[in-house]
Structure formats: C-alpha cells, structure tokens
C-alpha cells in the first residue's frame, strides 16, 4: 500500500533518470522540480571496491595449454566452414548454413557440449558473473546424463531446443547470448498503465475526476507481481514503484497515471487498488483500476541509417541503428550533430533502435554540443582484462558484428595465416602501447556534471531499443534540458564487445560477449533498461510531444 501524505517525496523516489537546466520559462514549474531532482541520481554512487569487484568476474589466469586445445577446435571448425562454403574471409557469410534435420550421434554431441563449456570458460565474460565453474560444470554434467535417454542420433533441431535451451536459459540472463535463434534473455521489466484516469496535483496531493466529481487518491495498491531474481550478482532493481507515472495526455498536458513497472508476465492488464476521497462529500471509496501493458513500437526499419525531416516546423533526427554503417552513412550520421545544433528543439526517434557501434552515441554527443565526448565509463563501469590475457589470434574468430578490432591489434591478426594455427603469443605479454587500450573501465568518482547545452533535447524510447542505442540514450541524458518521453528501454549491456563462432559438429552459430559492464552501483540493469522522464505510450509519444511543444509555445522561446 502506497500512501500519499508527502507528495513531493514520492515524485522523488518515482524518478531514476532525468535531466537538469531546463529554462525558467516555457515549462511547467513542477516538471522543472521533478527532473532538478532527477539530477542528483542520474548517475548513481559508485559501489564499495568497485573496480575489485568486477575484476572478481574477469578469468586473468587462463591455463595456455587449454586455451591453444580450444583455439585448435575452432581453427578446425574454420577450415571446415572454408571448404563447405567457399572460402570467405571471416565467419561472417556462413551463419545461415545450419541444417536443423541432420542428425548427430551421442559421441558427436558429447564433444561438441564439453567443447562448449570450455569455450564460455575461457572466451565469455559472463561465465563467473552467472556463477562460474559452481554454476556451469553441474549444469554440463546434468545436460550429458540427460543425453544418454535421447535418441541416437539425435536432430540437431531437438539437440538445440531439447538440451541446450532448457539448460541454459536457467543459468544465463544476457540479452546478447544467442545459440543460432535461441535467446537466452534477462526477465524483461515493462510498464503497465491506465489512461482513463488523468490526474493532476493540487497543494495536497493527486487529484482526479470522476464522472463529474473531482476526487483525492489517498492510497494506491499495485497487485503483485512477480520479481524474478535474476542470475547473476546484481539483484537490485531500480524501478518506478508507487503506483502513479507522470506522462503528457493525448493533448499533450503533462500530468499523471496510475501505472507501475514489473516483470513482464505476459498479461494484457493488471488490477490496482486505490481509495479516493471525493473532494465534495469526504466520503472515501475503494475502486479496481485496470492497468494495461504498454507494448513497444512496431518493428522500425533500419534503413536509411538516419533521417532528419520536419513536422510542424519542429525538426526530428531518426535513427534506428548503428550497425555496419558504410563510410558515407558513418559521416553523414557523425556530421549531423553539427549541423542540428542550432535547433530550439529536437526530437531524437531513437524507438526500435537495434544497435550496433558503441562509439557513435559518444561521438554524436560531442559534435552536437561541441563540449566534447561523454566520458566511456559514465554509464557503465566494464572490464576488458580478459582480452588481455587470451591469445591475439582467438580474436580473428570471435568476429566482432561491427569489425571494430583497434587497428593495433588489426595488424597483427592480418599477418596471421587463419588457416594455420600461430603460438607465438600464446602466453607472451602484450605491448604496452595494446595493454593501456584493455584495461578496466571504472571512473574514480561518478561523474556528476552534466553538459552544458542551450537547446532543448526531447528523445522518444522504448522497449525495443538495445545495446548501442541505449549508450545513444544514456549519453543524452547527460546533456542539460533533456526529456526523455516514452517507455523503459530493453536492458541489453551486461556484456558487449560481441563476437561470433560456430560449434564444431552441428555448425550452430554462438554469440556473446567478451566484455562485462555493471552500472555503478551494481544495480540491475539488463531486462530493465534505461527510465523515462514522462511515460507515454511509444506509439503515440511523437505526436503528444508534438502537442506538449504547441501547448507550451517552446519552438517561439
């Protein structure tokens, strides 16, 4: 039961995210309060032996002799790829090649499930963030006794969905973890609104009305709902929890709704509780509120890259991935936060954004303000240190998605034959000049300042923006006069740095990440995401801030 004797506390703890500095004029005073307050834990305080903790997930004594049996695995399965499919230069062109209906003997599958193990031991930065050795060896053990009452052979089909998923879907909560089309994601937390009631503040709290009659919410009680506990070590979650969302209306009015945000359980509405008071009699009444889950935006296309038009003189930047850009998008993009400058008002249409180059949201953000780039660990603290203790050769086969290998590294792989296993830096320091570029990312103090920026920053979001597109958001929320309008984004960041392979006798393609990022203070992030300023649903949240700008004259300001 949520009670609303301090008000102004309540907006305080609703609120995760936000921005600062809006002008004195043009905005209404009490959006101004919430998102000043907002400020102050933008970025959240940095946890106790922060940089101690995540080294504590990051493998820094790997065992050579295992590491060049792996690697000779995967040269192998390379060469097989090579031979069946031409000869392409990486593993890029031969992921949709896997026959589900050819059939695996139970000594094919034994190796291939040992194989895979081994791999996520030495290669995957999540392995001892979701549990390590104690974890995953019992789970490895129990999917070979499971083996041995299947068939023989078995369908690679069955041998995917019948052994692999249900063994690690209970184990790994990453939503960068994919086995060919199997995903193995982190409990999704959406909002669940009521857009019937639209309430307002008075100098006593929430009021509404009701056929007629104006009347003060005086408790709110969600149902319940379930918060699965996540694996990993992160458990706490920072969500909306009182039970009113502030939002703009279909007339672009900002108030409230009664809403929360949960686990997605996959039902169409949840039931509130709230005792309202009318205003006129001073009688009191309970009465059930029907909250609705508030689905994302339809599949966004991801070309072109980015567009910029006008609607209603108010100038709006799309962009829905960062992915493979060719040279000529990649600047045009990059050149864009120069010439939008000089806008009063921008909306930035990040919904469906799918990711992709994680330096971009940085680089933007810099030419837009001309204040520089946003610091790389402001968001997320993450350790790299593996990929300084595994060979440099493993690399050219975790083919990173968007072929970002620093050039360094570049070089040398370029002057490795793929086809032929190397050793000689198996084991041998790397150069400095290579090390400074692998090493933990953990800020000393949280970054508190926000960049300076005149103009007013409006960014649409929702549940269907991942990766890269939530450093896209994240980094713009660093900015002065920002409005972020919308839904939560998906959570997608506790592993980065994504690479590819494939898996010796079935030839299904694995992808993960070979990089850990946790929030600063260790909270919950992936399932969850990124908060809104105002929740609005995302397919209407254009044409409402379109609205909101009319209302409060802020293209004339």
């Known amino acids: 039961m949520m009670l609303f004797a301090k008000p102004f506390a309540i907006a305080t703890c609703m609120f995760l995210f936000a921005m600062a500095g809006f002008p004195e004029t043009g905005l209404p005073v009490e959006l101004r309060q919430i998102t000043d307050r907002n400020r102050e834990i933008t970025f959240p305080p940095l946890y106790p032996d922060l940089e101690d903790i995540i080294n504590s997930f990051v493998k820094l004594n790997l065992d050579m002799n295992e590491h060049v049996r792996i690697f000779e695995i995967l040269r192998r399965t390379r060469i097989l790829h090579m031979e069946r499919h031409g000869n392409p230069s990486s593993l890029m062109y031969a992921f949709g090649t896997v026959d589900l209906d050819a059939l695996l003997t139970h000594e094919q599958i034994v190796g291939e499930i040992r194989f895979l193990f081994d791999l996520l031991r030495h290669g995957y930065d999540g392995y001892l963030y979701f549990g390590g050795d104690t974890v ?38 990453d939503n960068h973890f994919r086995i060919h089309n199997v995903t193995f994601s982190a409990p999704a937390f959406v909002p669940y609104m009521n857009g019937e009631y639209i309430i307002r503040r008075d100098g006593n709290g929430f009021v509404t009305e009701i056929d007629g009659t104006l009347y003060r919410v005086l408790e709110v009680t969600p149902a319940e709902t379930p918060i699965n506990r996540l694996p990993g070590n992160a458990q706490r979650v920072n969500v909306p929890s009182g039970g009113i969302l502030p939002t703009l209306t279909p007339e ?11 686990v997605d359980t996959r039902q169409d509405v949840m039931e509130m509780t709230v005792l309202f008071e009318s205003t006129v009699t001073g009688e009191n009444h309970f009465r059930t509120v029907n909250l609705h889950r508030i689905a994302p935006t339809a599949p966004q296309p991801r070309y072109p890259v980015f567009a910029v038009h006008e609607t209603g003189g108010l100038t709006v930047l799309e962009n829905r991935s960062l992915l493979n850009l060719s040279p000529e998008e990649d600047n045009a993009f990059l050149r864009s936060g120069y010439e939008l400058r000089d806008r009063p008002v921008l909306v930035m249409d990040l919904r469906g954004h799918i990711g992709g180059n994680i330096g971009h949201p940085r680089r933007w953000v810099g030419r837009f303000t001309g204040q520089g780039e946003p610091r790389h660990g402001s968001l997320f603290a993450g350790s790299n240190l593996q990929r300084s203790q595994v060979a440099l050769e493993l690399l050219d086969f975790f083919v990173p998605l968007h072929l970002s290998i620093p050039d360094q590294i570049r070089e040398l792989l370029m002057r490795m034959d793929p086809r032929f296993v190397r050793t000689e830096y198996l084991g041998s320091p790397l150069p400095e000049h290579l090390r400074s570029r692998l090493t933990t990312s953990v800020p000393l103090t949280p970054p508190r300042a926000s960049i300076p920026n005149e103009n007013l920053v409006i960014i649409l979001t929702d549940k269907n923006i991942n990766s890269a597109g939530e450093l896209f958001v994240g980094h713009l929320r660093q900015l002065e006069n920002v409005l972020v309008v919308g839904t939560n984004t998906a959570g997608t960041f506790v592993t980065g740095g994504l690479g590819r392979t494939i898996l010796p006798y079935s030839g299904l393609v694995i992808t993960f990440g070979t990089l850990l990022n946790l929030r600063h203070d260790l909270s919950r992030f992936e399932g969850v995401g990124f908060m809104p300023d ?11 801030v379109l609205r909101f700008i009319e209302r409060h004259g802020l293209l004339q300001k």
């Open 534 to 544: 105002l929740w609005v649903p995302p397919g209407e949240s254009l044409e409402r």
């Open 252 to 262: 672009g009015e900002f108030a409230w709704v009664f809403g929360l945000v949960t």
């Open 136 to 173: 995953f060896l019992p789970i490895r053990d129990a999917m070979l006794k499971q083996l041995s009452g299947m068939a023989n052979p078995l369908p690679v089909s069955s041998y995917l969905n019948d052994l692999i998923k249900p063994a690690l879907r209970g184990v790994i909560a």
